[in-house]
């Protein structure tokens, strides 16, 4: 039985999310045959080049869907991100603020207007932005990296701290970078107790976590749980 476009894009997204660029791309562009398939594919090709740090491309791929769908959330978040890649802090704004007023309830549009607040440092804004969706944040990853910033960002130490039961109930396979990212922000304002938490469990996560990054992650809790000493070595 022949697959249509829409198998394809069925097929493409399951192979981006396992991170199969090149037969993601290869089913992206079999949906480009169909009218109806092109914007989402056209924003798959940009979210693969996205990916591959070949920000002109995605955003070339990017402009042709949204030139064929203005609305296509996906291909402007991705988008917002190309802008943030290339130092074109403005138009990101541009490009989220513009989205949040397409489609404000969508909690991916909140997150990212979010991130991008809380790099300004404008925690006020961000959190505006992510409390009607913190709840559901808590049991992410990304979700809890940017709640712990943006409530530290507020100097809101509690509910930075309550922060850490949530992540050490995660499952694994978190990446140790994102633990990293998470307790960076601890150690900077004085929870380096809760930090250490963190930087164990991701220690501990798998034995192929600790034997491709072990020994840069064992050097970076150092760092961060031992400022001073590291300083002064």
């Known amino acids: 039985m022949a697959q249509t476009p829409t198998d394809h894009l ?7 999310s396992q991170g199969h660029l090149a037969s993601t791309e290869k089913e992206a562009r079999l949906a480009l045959a169909q009218p109806s398939s092109q914007a989402v594919a056209y924003a798959t090709l940009g979210t693969i080049r996205l990916r591959q740090k070949k ?22 978040l991705t988008l917002g991100q190309v802008n943030l890649r290339q130092g074109k802090t403005g138009m990101a704004r541009q490009t989220l603020q513009d989205t949040f007023k397409l489609a404000p309830d969508n909690p991916a549009v909140r997150m990212n207007l979010a991130q991008l607040e809380s790099m300004d440092g404008n925690y006020k804004a961000s959190l505006e932005l992510i409390s009607p969706i913190a709840e559901s944040r808590r049991s992410s990853p990304a979700g809890l990296v940017l709640l712990a910033g943006t409530y530290l960002g507020l100097g809101n130490k509690d509910s930075a701290r309550k922060l ?15 633990a990293i990212e998470f307790a960076k922000p601890l150690v900077e304002h004085e929870l380096a107790a809760e930090a250490v938490r963190v930087l164990e469990k991701a220690k501990w996560a798998g034995a192929a976590a600790r034997a491709a990054r072990g020994p840069d992650l064992y050097m970076r809790c150092h760092v961060l749980t031992h400022p001073r000493i590291s300083s002064e070595s």
């Open 10 to 16: 069925q097929r493409a997204v399951a192979l981006m």
């Open 55 to 76: 920000l002109d491309e995605s955003r070339q791929f990017l402009a042709q869907a949204l030139h064929l769908n203005p609305k296509l959330l996906g291909a402007r």
């Open 164 to 178: 850490v039961s949530d992540w050490m109930a995660l499952g694994e396979g978190v990446p140790p970078p994102l």
